[in-house]
């Protein structure tokens, strides 16, 4: 008996803890993978082919590239630091940047917590395919679309309606599969028993979910692109350049929803591991390395699927889009059938698939553990853990029955399109705009303050809406035009500032004004995010991280956001989409709500932590709400000493020069 509590204290360890008593990862190791894992899924081998293969060619890496760099990886700082810094979930963490923000925190956990039931529902599939590998001959060989529609996916198909006709497409069939179901049970029977005991479970569990999807990718790759015709798929992927589709929304806002999926940005679950983390650990380079070992695993993986895709001959359809994981689910069955030991490789592939998307979707719901383990500490965490798997467990059965299939099409596609694209926005204008407000409209005046902002909030609504309505050139000049109007009124109305500001902008008044209006919010949050994660040899936030998130990461989003309520416009009669639609735009009350009545979201905060949005005026000082050590605080009041000093001195100087 000794003997087996000691092998589950090995397979399941208590986590550690950290000196503040939180649960803390055995390793920045475990951190690193268990979040390589979120991102590592059904995204990268099965999702983004599709993604690929609907705006095919060379320029489809532009806006995916442009998406990771610009907005994936600044994100993803920014999720990564606060959690680490302010040792809470999304809720937590934004309420620490202003309490106005405890909408845009939890609207992170809403869309995970919606991802992780249709999510499951794929891995039910994935598990049919399982199961059928061990018969011989593979039942799909020779029929791969047609063994996935009609035998895993089960669906009766809808009856078909014009848009714009007064008629609605039809679903006739409504009754749950059994076998769907009884998988999805299973699966979330198993995300219980990794999360049941926390970061210590998990921390082992990574190590298995990273490693083997790795080996059998490369295998699947090799065998892929020795099939005949390869060639043709491969040529599909990266051997053409359509420069045409550069100038269609489609393909910039498919990039951003394929980035922001794959590695998780926007979905929360980033914020909750961080703050798990050692509180010093090098959260920059962390995320560097998250995204861009993501991104090269899913370009490589990719050419597993386009092999296939050549040897059957498969071309796209203008103007037909394929399912968000069709392409994945058709060709890499088909691959292994083409492999000697068909049934040996089809078990690894499935398995593979499995664990890759196991590893997701325990990440998902862990955001929402942590979530409610942070906001109360009466129910222990196996009980939390077990309800929240119950309620996802119910919201996966909608996915389960005869029309799941075009319902989880049409719930990914605009939580992705909307709601996805809304909340990453939201992250870059608001930790950018919002952050120590009180400091700037107290240093320029409230009117400069209010028109600074509505001006360039204004260029991005009405610059998109116009370019939609009339022409881009005309939306563009729009939206230029009304920032720089905005921005000089602010400047003619705004007051001096008083407190000191980076060298460079303190030559003269206007650029004073200029530095506090426009930069102000997003220099102090990385000034005093640094305090914690750039510490010793860490890698420091940059400079240019902020402007990067606020003036072009923004404006990017609102272009591809723009996008959406045209491609709405074409499925309008369809009630899948319609729902999906809905299910996108709750995203995006929860924030206005949490930017008016933040109150209503302090349920989600533990009592004693809720006034840590409350941070005091105090222009140019470093430290905000930062939880810090003692050395740092001295530096702190040495610097705040300084300023005051500084303030003072430049107040009697200025009376003075009135006196004389």
Known sequence: MNAIKKVGKWLAPPPKTSDDGRDQWSSRTSFVLASMGGCAGMGNLLRFPSQVYNNNGLQWFIPYLMAIFI??????????????????????????????????????????????????????????YFRNSFTSPLPWTG?????????????????????????????????????????????????????????GLTGRVVYFTMGLPIIITIVLIGRSASLPNAWRG???????????????????????????????????????????????????????????????????????????????????????RVGSFTVGFITLPLAVTEMPGANFWAVALFFTLMVLGFSSAFAMLDAAVTLTMDAQKKVP??????????????????????????????????????????????????????????????????????IYNI????????????????????????????FVAGTMLALLLAKTPEST??????????????????????????????????????WKIPMVWAPTLRYIGAPILAIVYGFSYPGFYAVRNDPMHIFGFAIGHLGLVIIALGLIVPSWFDLFIPVERRSEGMIPYAPGVIGGSIDIDAATSD??????????????SIIDKAALDLKV
């Open 71 to 128: 907005i994936a990886i600044p994100i993803l700082v920014l999720e990564i630091a606060i959690g680490q810094a302010y040792r809470g979930g999304s809720v937590i963490a934004y309420n620490n940047i202003s309490r106005r923000l405890k909408g845009v925190g939890l609207s992170l956990l809403y869309t995970t917590f919606v991802v992780g039931p249709y999510f499951v529902a794929n891995l039910s599939w994935i598990m049919i």
């Open 143 to 199: 029929r791969g679309q047609g063994f996935y529609m009609n035998d895993v996916v089960a669906n009766v198909d809808p009856i078909a309606a014009a848009p714009g006709s007064g008629n609605w497409v039809q679903y006739p069939g409504t009754a749950l599969i059994g076998e769907t179901v009884g998988w999805a049970t299973f699966t979330w029977f198993l995300v219980w028993l990794c999360i049941v005991r926390g970061v």
């Open 234 to 320: 491969i040529k599909l992927y990266i051997g053409e350049f359509n420069a045409d589709q550069l100038g269609r929304g489609q393909i910039w806002q498919t990039a951003c929803g394929q980035v922001f999926f794959s590695t998780g940005v926007g979905f929360g679950y980033f914020t909750s591991y961080a703050s798990y983390n050692q509180k010093l650990s090098n959260a920059v380079m962390d995320s560097i390395v998250i995204v861009c070992s993501n991104a090269l695993f899913e370009c490589i993986a990719a050419f597993a699927v386009f092999g296939v895709i050549g040897f059957l001959g498969m071309t796209p359809t203008p103007g037909e």
């Open 381 to 450: 965490r196996w009980g939390v853990v077990t309800i929240l798997v119950v309620v996802s467990f119910l919201l996966t059965l909608m996915y389960c029955t005869q029309f799941g299939f075009y319902l989880l099409d049409g719930v990914d596609r605009w939580l992705n399109d909307v709601a996805l694209v809304f909340v990453v926005w939201s992250e870059c204008i608001s930790a950018t705009t919002i952050y120590r407000m009180k400091d700037v409209i107290g240093q320029v005046g409230r009117p400069a303050f209010a």
């Open 455 to 482: 001006g360039f909030l204004g260029a991005m609504i009405l610059g998109v809406a116009i370019a939609h309505a009339v022409s881009p050139g005309a939306g563009a000049g729009l939206g230029f035009g009304l």
């Open 501 to 538: 500001v980076p060298k460079f902008w303190s030559r003269n008044a206007v650029l004073t004004r200029f530095y506090y209006l426009a930069f102000y919010s997003g220099d102090m949050l990385r000034h005093n995010l640094n305090l914690i994660v750039g510490t010793g040899k860490n």
């Open 635 to 648: 530096r702190m009041e040495r610097d705040f000493r300084q300023y005051d000093n500084r303030r003072r």
